[in-house]
């Protein structure tokens, strides 16, 4: 992939000095183009953050160990033999739940749309410069679920999920969702019994104040279509669940039936 050469400019900022007391960043970029991959290292250094970077996935895949101690991991949509995409799903599968930000050139509305489906916490396009990146980077990193909960086994009557690799039973049975919905079925039934909005919903895919969909409500039909996706896979499972209750305008409920347990 060819680094356009109107991109180069944008990236020719001021860093901002990160104070030597706070912890660096540890990100993990995977770019084919060498000259930008530089470029973008070089900065995100000066920007404070601690960069570690790979041309292809076959290197990320060969240093999985180091790759699963990052804060995060910036993805190229295209990438050589292979996608961003493809890749992000290799991750999920193998137990890497390291949020995602995706940064590229082709920036189309479908391919965000199929990076967000499957996980991705961000999609930004290369020409928006290092300033809004870094800002937007660190916005990901603020949202991350504590150390702490990473091995716990949450059970909700016939629901488990294991947080830690983004994974949801239902009777014993994987279902099969994708790190986007398991993050609304995690909200969802940590709130049992609870409305949560369509505001709620949305951020948790992404993060609060994510801006997306037309309109000032626009998101609530990414919300709606995920929540839908999510009933058809359950049902597949199981014809009579109906766990997720609508709130009109509201929101979402996951219907209470007993406690949590953790284990």
């Not at 060819?2 to 901002?16: H, K, N, R, Y």
Request: contains cysteine; glycine residues 6%; proline residues 3%.
């Amino acid at each position: 992939m060819e680094l356009s050469t109107d991109i180069l400019p944008l990236f020719a900022t001021t860093p901002v000095v990160v104070p030597s007391t706070e912890a660096p960043i540890r990100v993990v970029v995977v770019d084919d183009d060498d000259c930008f991959r530089g470029m973008l290292s070089n900065e995100l250094t000066e920007h404070g953050f601690s960069v570690t970077a790979f041309a292809d996935a076959q290197s990320v895949l060969s240093a999985i160990v180091s790759v699963s101690t990052a804060d995060l991991i910036i993805l190229d949509w295209t990438l050589p033999r292979t996608t961003g995409l493809d890749l992000l799903q290799h991750l999920r599968r193998v137990g890497i739940t390291i949020p995602v930000v995706f940064l590229t050139g082709r920036s189309l509305i479908s391919n965000e749309s199929l990076a967000l489906e499957h996980g991705a916490i961000d999609f930004i396009d290369k020409s928006r410069g290092i300033n809004i990146l870094v800002q937007r980077l660190r916005l990901v990193t603020t949202t991350k679920v504590p150390g702490s909960q990473r091995d716990k086994v949450l059970q909700f009557g016939k629901l488990m999920l294991k947080p830690h690799v983004s994974r949801a039973f239902w009777n014993d049975i994987d279902v099969d969702l994708t790190v986007g919905e398991f993050k609304i079925v995690n909200l969802l039934a940590r709130n049992m019994g609870q409305h949560v909005t369509y505001r709620e919903i949305y951020d948790c895919l992404h993060y609060r104040g994510f801006i997306a969909g037309s309109g000032e409500n626009g998101y609530r039909t990414n919300v709606r279509s995920a929540i839908k996706r999510i009933r058809r896979k359950f049902e597949t499972l199981d014809p009579e669940f109906h766990e997720i209750q609508n709130y009109t305008a509201f929101g979402y409920i996951w219907r209470r039936e007993g406690g949590a347990h953790i284990f």
